[in-house]
């Protein structure tokens, strides 16, 4: 099996080749399109910003390349936001997968970035087989996924957002599942096997 990271000039692409080793995968890291659309499953990580990211993608033309994609799609962080359809971090129009907006944590619900470990409930779907309602996952992030219609998975911080999204062939978790022990690998493994 093929497993492709994507790289984007958005950081936490080793980290995640590295928890896939723990499985015992062998990934390819790329920016490169045939290599991309060969996969047969591709990775779309992320810890940065969203406008710069996404401009990346255009200038190697991959923004039309990973809308398209037909086998299963994660999303992981600044990769999932940029599945929907716009963020607030520098007002940026992103891949429009998830019919979903990206706005940033208003003051009242914390500190910014949320930083540390945070429960997800109301699992749905083949992403969270075996793993309990309410596990802990890592977070990074000043900026989330508003709930709608793909919320496959919810956390709370002050107000409820998407943990993970679904649409078709594509996933996306606000958490960092390589960092998030057991259960994180556990997503990772049922990820592979979809």
Aim: aromatic content about 12%.
């Amino acid at each position: 099996m093929k497993i492709v990271i994507v790289q984007y000039n958005a950081g936490n692409t080793c980290s995640v080749d590295f928890a896939l080793q723990r499985i015992g995968i062998q990934a390819v890291i790329s920016d490169n399109a045939d290599e991309i659309c060969s996969a047969d499953k591709v990775i779309f990580p992320g810890v940065g910003a969203a406008a710069p990211a996404m401009a990346y993608l255009a200038a190697k033309d991959l923004v039309y390349v990973i809308k398209n994609l037909t086998q299963p799609v994660l999303g992981i962080c600044l990769g999932m936001q940029l599945m929907c359809n716009w963020s607030e971090e520098g007002d940026t129009q992103c891949l429009g997968i998830f019919d979903q907006q990206v706005k940033r944590f208003p003051a009242t619900s914390g500190k910014v970035p949320h930083m540390g470990w945070n429960n997800i409930y109301d699992l749905r779907g083949g992403l969270f087989n075996n793993l309990a309602e309410n596990s802990f996952m890592y977070y990074v992030h000043s900026y989330y996924a508003e709930k709608g219609a793909h919320t496959i998975a919810t956390t709370n911080y002050g107000i409820e957002y998407s943990g993970a999204l679904n649409k078709d062939n594509f996933y996306g978790v606000q958490f960092h599942p390589e960092k998030s022990a057991k259960d994180g690998q556990k997503i990772l493994e049922n990820f592979i096997n979809l």
